[in-house]
């Protein structure tokens, strides 16, 4: 694999006065607008072999060359951690999140996460910007992600995450007895008093959530989500909204509900679920450089099955007939 990024083009005359990053972001497609500015910026991108700004107007007919070097995008570790790889080619790696595996090295977390461990076992992501991670779970949700592994797989990806083309389908247990499926399409902030939340606020960023009922058990209720947009801790904050918080999310849903009138079995199934009960099930995306629509679907967790069988067990038990 070359070290290095050497590409030519010549300025189409359709695309004169226009500016150098304009043009540059619609002949060199593949990689972000920033990272193109960045390479105008510091004389990596020329015109007619000279350096320009960023700004400059171009008459069409120039000759814009490139060559950057493939430079590492953070200093972090590579440590020896199990992930459950699900597909990998050149371009794109999906995996199956383990519970409890934080995904970015942050405040608390300086290491022993997914960045961590995609850097042991493919060492080229630490040339893409973070470690070719374009969406995120959060630590206590399992289930499928998509990583780049070069920068044009990288922008790709962004671009179909922001046009939001991108199938993610989730699974989750919701306290109470939803009566049916809708569309959840409320605006989410940061939480203006705890910034570790977020919030349904009237002047946040789009977020749309559709769902629908998988089974509805006695006082919970198995729904399949589908994100139209990705803000962060979306179907858990949209849930709350409803007064449907997910089971075992203790940010959002407050102490951990009982419901009324079960039997002891349930009540420690719920008090042994850790986490909130939630999994990316299924994902769907174009792949980077083949143009072919790509799906894969992981089953459900032990622990989640486990939860979801000791549900309709109550159901079983409590059934007068």
């Not at 922008?155 to 049916?180: F, I, N, P, W």
Request: glycine share 8%; hydrophobic share 40%.
């Amino acid at each position: 694999m070359s070290d290095r990024i050497v590409l030519k083009i010549q300025v189409p005359e359709a695309m004169g006065k226009n500016r150098l990053d304009q043009v540059a972001a619609d002949l060199f497609s593949e990689y972000s607008r920033s990272r193109l500015q960045s390479w105008i910026k510091d004389g990596l991108l020329l015109v007619d072999g000279k350096p320009q700004k960023t700004r400059a107007k171009l008459i069409g007919g120039e000759w814009l060359t490139l060559d950057a070097p493939i430079e590492a995008e953070g200093d972090w570790i590579a440590q020896d951690i199990p992930i459950d790889v699900v597909y990998v080619d050149d371009d794109i790696i999906v995996i199956n999140k383990q519970a409890g595996l934080v995904v970015h090295p942050g405040a608390g977390n300086p290491d022993g996460t997914l960045i961590n461990a995609l850097l042991f076992h493919f060492p080229d992501v630490i040339n893409v910007p973070r470690a070719g991670i374009v969406h995120r779970l959060d630590k206590d949700t399992t289930g499928l992600m998509v990583v780049a592994r070069n920068l044009i797989a990288h922008a790709s990806l962004v671009d179909q995450l922001q046009k939001r083309t991108v199938g993610r389908e989730y699974e989750a247990v919701c306290h109470g007895e939803m009566t049916g499926g809708g569309t959840v399409d409320e605006p989410m902030a940061r939480h203006n008093m705890n910034r570790l939340k977020m919030a349904v606020h009237p002047m946040g960023k789009t977020a749309i959530t559709h769902y629908r009922l998988v089974t509805r058990f006695r006082q919970n209720t198995h729904i399949r989500v589908k994100l139209e947009t990705g803000r962060t801790h979306q179907i858990r904050v949209h849930m709350a909204h409803l007064r449907h918080p997910l089971v075992g999310d203790t940010l959002y849903g407050g102490r951990q509900r009982m419901p009324g009138k079960v039997s002891p079995d349930l009540q420690d199934a719920i008090r042994a679920f850790p986490r909130q009960a939630l999994h990316a099930q299924a994902l769907t995306l174009i792949h980077p450089r083949t143009g072919d629509t790509m799906r894969w679907e992981v089953p459900l967790p032990d622990d989640f099955v486990t939860l979801l069988q000791a549900l309709a067990d109550d159901v079983k038990d409590n059934d007068p007939f």
